[in-house]
Each structure stands twice: as structure tokens, then as C-alpha cells.
């Protein structure tokens, strides 16, 4: 059997086909970390450049002394502004994201807007207005962000206060849950509010900053729902995602850990399987595809049967150089990622380790990025090994390469729709697409269907691979090779 492999490899590496899925896998790598290095800085710019010439033109056909049109006016040429004195500042200045996400520069600005060309305009609270925006940008060109959030955390506080003191009054139920769920709201975002001043988290683009912005939106989520009775299966799911984003944002925050980069050679690693899945399916299907049509093809068939080997054992060694070939495209994967990705970023970021959160536990979990990548390769192992199986196998019944290669590639090309409709079809649950992704378990996951869990799910995988391998080694063995 040992030989049989060994011949095997020999066979499939004097090909240059896959000396040109190697050169494919370096350009693959070099590609995806030039690409997560590459500013988008100017794309950011002719974003607002695009903007400010459509207000202008909206402007231009506007005309304000006409009552219908004035508000639409005011507010077109409040956006005008805005867009303007964006750029003022760099892109992923901490005055754009302000700007951006608070409504503090943009309402100085409508109030000097409705003031100036306004029905009701007036000259004096024109004047205010104008000292009110003066403070503001005087602000953001010194780059006193902190002051903008000493303000919005006073104003924030008072709000609190202010529906606190209405609960004392109100009796109807109804009206308390809502008043009392604003009240969370409110708290959430004054919580990251003092995170920003204790931890100096600034409103730029930074890894912490973003992170202040995950956990607003994974908490107010969580807020809304955690108390909800009779949660749908798309609520539970939002539930949980929200508490996992909720849960790793804080834990980032309050161990103050900045990361340069998110999306950097450490993030490609970790989700090598996101990132390379689709040319490692690929190249592993190419190769199980033409490894048994390949010899009916060229004839080179009879010449194998008349060794001293069983047909079973042929085969089996050209399933088992089928399987080994994904691992040797992960490897090679794994390597160039390594080595590609550390000359750019440098060898530090893999260092820093992911961070995961544990519903089992309801902890945080941290794990060295080698060991995460590990685990979410084991996860999609049993997608890649069916997707080999599958082409491997149609080679062996059809000896068509261009079926064999085909039909698997569009089966994981359109496998998200498929799952798509389990809630419909409930006997889809246990094809194979809903099964073949075991990533959906980690951490206390659940299946993308009710009724599935993590043993269940390995089960069906392996059904599907027997009756495929079974089905391929009876029409093997009973194939006539006499006019071959």
C-alpha cells in the first residue's frame, strides 16, 4: 500500500499543474496581506469629495426664499458643511469618526443654517449660533476630544436623572418598561463614555475605539432581549452574537489592549479558513477530480491494474493521496501566511493571542493564534474531506474530470443558500451542507438548526463519506477496462 502512494505522489507531482497551485498559493498570500495593509484613506476622501459636489449641485437647484423648499435647503446645506469640514481633518481623524457618530457638530451648524436662511431667521440667535460652532471647531483643531466627551457624559447624566425622577410618577406598565429600558440604554453609553476618559480612548479609528462602539451595540442588544419571553430562533441567535461581541469588546477595553492592526497577518492566520477556504476546496477538488479520470483518460489505466495489486487497493491509495493533498494545501498555506504576513507586519502580531467567549462557561476565553487556528481548521476539516470525497468519487464513476471538478465546486458554491431553507424543509437539516461546519459548536455554539449538536453532526458527515467511497469502490471494481 505504502508503494502504491508513494507511486501515486510521484505521478501527481511530475504534473505542473501543481507546481502552478504552489505559485497560486504564494500570490494568494502575498495578495490578502497587501491588501489588509493597504490604506483606505483616499477612498474615505473621494467619498466626501463625491458628496460635497452632489449637495452643491442640490444646492445649485434649490431655491430656499421658497417655503416648500426651505427646509430641504437648510438641511442640504447643513450636510455641505458637515462634508466640508470633514475635510478639514485626515480620514480616520478622531474629528471625522466624532463627526461621524455625534450629532453635536452637525446640530451647531443647522442652527447657524435655519438662522441664515431660515423662514423665521434671527440676527442675534445667529450670532449665537456662529460662537457656539467657533467654540466647537476651536475644539476639534486643538484636539480637545476629551471635552466633547465631558459633555456628552453631563448631558448623558442628566437624561438619567430626568427619567429616573419620571418613574416616581408614572403608574401604566407599559410606559415603566419603556422608560426604565432607556434608562439601560442611557447607562450602557454612559459606562463608554467613562471608559474613553479613565482608559483615553479617543474617538478615532482605533482598535479600542472600535471596540467602545462593539460593545454599545452588542450591549443595547442584549438589553433588548435578554428579558424577552419566547425568543425566536433569530432573536436567540442575535442574543448570543450580541453577547459574545459584547463580552470581547469589554474584555479589550478594560485590559486596555491596543492593537495596532485588527485586520492584520495575525487575523489572516487565525481565520486561515475563511480567507484561503475557497482555493483550498478548490485546488483539493482539482486534485481528487482528475486523480482516477485522469488514467481512463490516458489509457495509463490497464497498465495500473496488471501490477500485483488488488482494485481496492488502487483506489484506496488514490483516496488516501486525495486526502493527504489537503493537508499538504493547508501547510503550504499555513507557511506562506507565516512567513508572507510576518515580513509585512512583522513577526510580533502573532503573539497576540484571540480572544473568544465560552456560553458553556460565560467567560472569556484567550487562545494563542496557532492553537485557534488549529481548532477552526479541525472544525472544516470534515467540509473539505466530503468535497474531496464527493470529486474523487464522481471521477471514479463518471471518468469525466470536468464533472468530477465541477459538480463539487458548485455544490459549495451555493451550500449557504441551501441552509438557507432549512426552516422550511426540515429534513434538510441533515444534509450534509448544514452538518459539514463544525465551527458552529466552539464555545457553547449552536447547530444552524434546531435538533443538532456537535456528535450528531459528525455522524451524518460520516454517512455521506461511506456512501460515497462505497458506492465508488463497487463501480470500480466491476468496470470493464477492455475498451478503455
Given at each position: 500500500?505504502?508503494?502504491?502512494?508513494?507511486?501515486?505522489?510521484?505521478?501527481?507531482?511530475?504534473?505542473?499543474?501543481?507546481?502552478?497551485?504552489?505559485?497560486?498559493?504564494?500570490?494568494?498570500?502575498?495578495?490578502?496581506?497587501?491588501?489588509?495593509?493597504?490604506?483606505?484613506?483616499?477612498?474615505?476622501?473621494?467619498?466626501?469629495?463625491?458628496?460635497?459636489?452632489?449637495?452643491?449641485?442640490?444646492?445649485?437647484?434649490?431655491?430656499?426664499?421658497?417655503?416648500?423648499?426651505?427646509?430641504?435647503?437648510?438641511?442640504?446645506?447643513?450636510?455641505?458643511?458637515?462634508?466640508?469640514?470633514?475635510?478639514?481633518?485626515?480620514?480616520?481623524?478622531?474629528?471625522?469618526?466624532?463627526?461621524?457618530?455625534?450629532?453635536?457638530?452637525?446640530?451647531?451648524?443647522?442652527?447657524?443654517?435655519?438662522?441664515?436662511?431660515?423662514?423665521?431667521?434671527?440676527?442675534?440667535?445667529?450670532?449665537?449660533?456662529?460662537?457656539?460652532?467657533?467654540?466647537?471647531?476651536?475644539?476639534?483643531?486643538?484636539?480637545?476630544?476629551?471635552?466633547?466627551?465631558?459633555?456628552?457624559?453631563?448631558?448623558?447624566?442628566?437624561?438619567?436623572?430626568?427619567?429616573?425622577?419620571?418613574?416616581?410618577?408614572?403608574?401604566?406598565?407599559?410606559?415603566?418598561?419603556?422608560?426604565?429600558?432607556?434608562?439601560?440604554?442611557?447607562?450602557?453609553?454612559?459606562?463608554?463614555?467613562?471608559?474613553?476618559?479613565?482608559?483615553?480612548?479617543?474617538?478615532?479609528?482605533?482598535?479600542?475605539?472600535?471596540?467602545?462602539?462593539?460593545?454599545?451595540?452588542?450591549?443595547?442588544?442584549?438589553?433588548?432581549?435578554?428579558?424577552?419571553?419566547?425568543?425566536?430562533?433569530?432573536?436567540?441567535?442575535?442574543?448570543?452574537?450580541?453577547?459574545?461581541?459584547?463580552?470581547?469588546?469589554?474584555?479589550?477595553?478594560?485590559?486596555?489592549?491596543?492593537?495596532?492592526?485588527?485586520?492584520?497577518?495575525?487575523?489572516?492566520?487565525?481565520?486561515?479558513?475563511?480567507?484561503?477556504g475557497i482555493f483550498i476546496v478548490i485546488f483539493s477538488i482539482i486534485v481528487a477530480g482528475t486523480i482516477v479520470s485522469?488514467?481512463?483518460?490516458?489509457?495509463?489505466?490497464?497498465?495500473?491494474?496488471?501490477?500485483?495489486?488488488?482494485?481496492?487497493?488502487?483506489?484506496?491509495?488514490?483516496?488516501?493521496?486525495?486526502?493527504?493533498?489537503?493537508?499538504?494545501?493547508?501547510?503550504?498555506?499555513?507557511?506562506?501566511?507565516?512567513?508572507?504576513?510576518?515580513?509585512?507586519?512583522?513577526?510580533?502580531?502573532?503573539?497576540?493571542?484571540?480572544?473568544?467567549?465560552?456560553?458553556?462557561?460565560?467567560?472569556?476565553?484567550?487562545?494563542?493564534?496557532?492553537?485557534?487556528?488549529?481548532?477552526?481548521?479541525?472544525?472544516?476539516?470534515?467540509?473539505?474531506?466530503?468535497?474531496?470525497?464527493?470529486?474523487?468519487?464522481?471521477?471514479?464513476?463518471?471518468?469525466?474530470?470536468?464533472?468530477?471538478?465541477?459538480?463539487?465546486?458548485?455544490?459549495?458554491?451555493?451550500?449557504?443558500?441551501?441552509?438557507?431553507?432549512?426552516?422550511?424543509?426540515?429534513?434538510?437539516?441533515?444534509?450534509?451542507?448544514?452538518?459539514?461546519?463544525?465551527?458552529?459548536?466552539?464555545?457553547?455554539?449552536?447547530?444552524?438548526?434546531?435538533?443538532?449538536?456537535?456528535?450528531?453532526?459528525?455522524?451524518?458527515?460520516?454517512?455521506?463519506?461511506?456512501?460515497?467511497?462505497?458506492?465508488?469502490?463497487?463501480?470500480?471494481?466491476?468496470?470493464?477496462?477492455?475498451?478503455?
Amino acid at each position: 500500500m505504502s508503494r502504491l502512494i508513494k507511486n501515486e505522489f510521484k505521478k501527481l507531482f511530475s504534473r505542473k499543474l501543481m507546481y502552478v497551485l504552489f505559485i497560486i498559493i504564494i500570490g494568494a498570500a502575498i495578495m490578502a496581506n497587501l491588501l489588509y495593509n493597504t490604506s483606505m484613506s483616499y477612498i474615505q476622501n473621494e467619498n466626501l469629495e463625491q458628496s460635497l459636489a452632489y449637495y452643491d449641485k442640490e444646492l445649485k437647484s434649490t431655491d430656499y426664499k421658497k417655503e416648500e423648499q426651505n427646509s430641504y435647503y437648510i438641511n442640504i446645506k447643513t450636510e455641505y458643511d458637515l462634508t466640508k469640514l470633514k475635510l478639514e481633518y485626515a480620514p480616520n481623524s478622531w474629528q471625522n469618526n466624532f463627526m461621524n457618530n455625534s450629532d453635536t457638530v452637525y446640530l451647531a451648524l443647522n442652527e447657524i443654517n435655519q438662522n441664515t436662511y431660515g423662514l423665521n431667521k434671527d440676527s442675534k440667535k445667529l450670532q449665537e449660533a456662529q460662537e457656539k460652532f467657533q467654540k466647537i471647531k476651536e475644539r476639534l483643531d486643538s484636539g480637545d476630544w476629551k471635552s466633547f466627551v465631558s459633555d456628552q457624559l453631563n448631558t448623558n447624566k442628566e437624561e438619567i436623572a430626568f427619567y429616573e425622577e419620571q418613574l416616581k410618577s408614572i403608574k401604566d406598565k407599559n410606559t415603566v418598561e419603556e422608560i426604565k429600558q432607556t434608562i439601560e440604554m442611557s447607562k450602557i453609553t454612559q459606562q463608554t463614555l467613562e471608559w474613553r476618559l479613565e482608559k483615553n480612548i479617543t474617538y478615532d479609528n482605533s482598535f479600542l475605539s472600535s471596540k467602545i462602539e462593539e460593545y454599545t451595540f452588542g450591549a443595547q442588544s442584549v438589553k433588548r432581549l435578554e428579558n424577552k419571553e419566547n425568543r425566536t430562533k433569530e432573536e436567540e441567535h442575535e442574543y448570543q452574537e450580541s453577547l459574545k461581541q459584547m463580552s470581547i469588546a469589554k474584555y479589550y477595553i478594560e485590559n486596555n489592549i491596543q492593537i495596532e492592526n485588527e485586520y492584520d497577518a495575525r487575523y489572516v492566520l487565525s481565520n486561515l479558513t475563511n480567507e484561503y477556504g475557497i482555493f483550498i476546496v478548490i485546488f483539493s477538488i482539482i486534485v481528487a477530480g482528475t486523480i482516477v479520470s485522469n488514467e481512463f483518460q490516458k489509457g495509463t489505466i490497464k497498465l495500473l491494474l496488471t501490477r500485483p495489486y488488488s482494485r481496492n487497493k488502487i483506489l484506496f491509495s488514490k483516496f488516501i493521496v486525495s486526502i493527504i493533498c489537503i493537508f499538504i494545501f493547508i501547510i503550504i498555506f499555513i507557511i506562506a501566511q507565516y512567513f508572507i504576513g510576518g515580513i509585512i507586519y512583522g513577526f510580533d502580531v502573532f503573539n497576540i493571542p484571540e480572544v473568544e467567549y465560552n456560553f458553556n462557561t460565560n467567560s472569556i476565553v484567550v487562545i494563542p493564534v496557532l492553537q485557534y487556528m488549529s481548532i477552526k481548521i479541525l472544525c472544516v476539516l470534515p467540509m473539505y474531506i466530503l468535497l474531496t470525497t464527493l470529486a474523487f468519487a464522481l471521477s471514479t464513476i463518471t471518468m469525466n474530470s470536468s464533472i468530477a471538478i465541477a459538480i463539487p465546486i458548485l455544490g459549495y458554491m451555493v451550500s449557504d443558500a441551501i441552509n438557507i431553507f432549512i426552516d422550511r424543509v426540515k429534513l434538510l437539516k441533515y444534509f450534509v451542507t448544514a452538518n459539514w461546519d463544525l465551527s458552529v459548536y466552539l464555545f457553547g455554539g449552536q447547530g444552524i438548526a434546531e435538533g443538532l449538536n456537535f456528535w450528531l453532526s459528525i455522524a451524518i458527515c460520516c454517512v455521506y463519506l461511506v456512501i460515497m467511497l462505497v458506492v465508488a469502490f463497487i463501480v470500480f471494481k466491476k468496470r470493464d477496462i477492455k475498451n478503455v
